[in-house]
């Protein structure tokens, strides 16, 4: 679209930074941006890829779970076992308390963006009827895991999750994450975006719910 193109962008901003659909597969509008003008700077485009679980022409949840790896599955019911449970929550602070938890156990401090998805984004969303926050408990009613979702009509979206690193071997990532493709199956959404798969463990766990790989591009 002409009206949306490079060059009328750059009339606005003096920087730009998108992350386009998959969908989008045509990128030459931004890789020809001053092809012929070398004095001039060029766009970086960086390939990446995110997981799409694609529900589509499932029949039921149950044939969606079984499509998932089986140590995903043996997770679910072991944490459903050991008296796991999750339910709806608008509390944030929960969310972000295990977030902030899963960066210390790595060692890695979260950004200001990382902080902006969990805080503000999450917020505004749950507001603005676009959000879902999921939280396992154990059966003492601890918060041990929790999964946040945006939503449109056709997709559910996997913003931010987090687990408190004591509990990562109950299963219970497997669970709340379940549990969210279960909601999203039953509202009537076609797919899931797992919102990237760019890092070997995160990307690992996203595709073992059966997501397949979908190309899009960073731009800036």
């Not at 941006?33 to 022409?57: A, C, D, Q, S, W």
């Not at 899963?102 to 805080?119: H, S, W």
């Not at 990307?203 to 059966?210: A, E, L, P, W, Y």
Request: net charge neutral; glycine share 6%.
């Amino acid at each position: 679209d002409q009206n949306l193109g490079p060059r009328v962008l750059e009339k606005y901003y003096d920087h730009i930074a998108l992350s386009l659909h998959y969908t989008i597969k045509d990128i030459r509008a931004f890789q020809w941006f001053n092809y012929h003008e070398v004095e001039k700077k060029r766009i970086k485009i960086i390939p990446r890829y995110t997981g799409i679980l694609n529900m589509e022409n499932s029949s039921s949840f149950d044939s969606i779970f079984k499509q998932s790896r089986k140590v995903r599955r043996q997770e679910y019911h072991k944490s459903i076992k050991n008296g796991f449970n999750v339910r709806l929550s608008k509390d944030i602070g929960v969310l972000d308390d295990l977030h902030e938890s899963t960066f210390l156990r790595q060692g890695v401090k979260r950004t200001d963006v990382e902080k902006l998805l969990v805080r503000k984004v999450s917020e505004i969303a749950i507001d603005e009827g676009f959000g879902r926050l999921l939280i396992c408990s154990n059966n003492h009613g601890e918060p041990v895991s929790a999964s946040m979702f945006l939503l449109d009509d056709v997709r559910g979206y996997y913003l931010v999750g987090a687990t408190n690193p004591k509990f990562r071997n109950d299963g219970v990532g497997s669970l709340v994450m379940f549990e969210q493709i279960k909601m999203c199956y039953e509202d009537g959404l076609t797919a899931v975006d797992f919102i990237g798969i760019n890092s070997p463990q995160r990307g690992d766990f996203k595709t073992s719910f059966n997501a397949q790989s979908e190309l899009y591009f960073d731009i800036e």
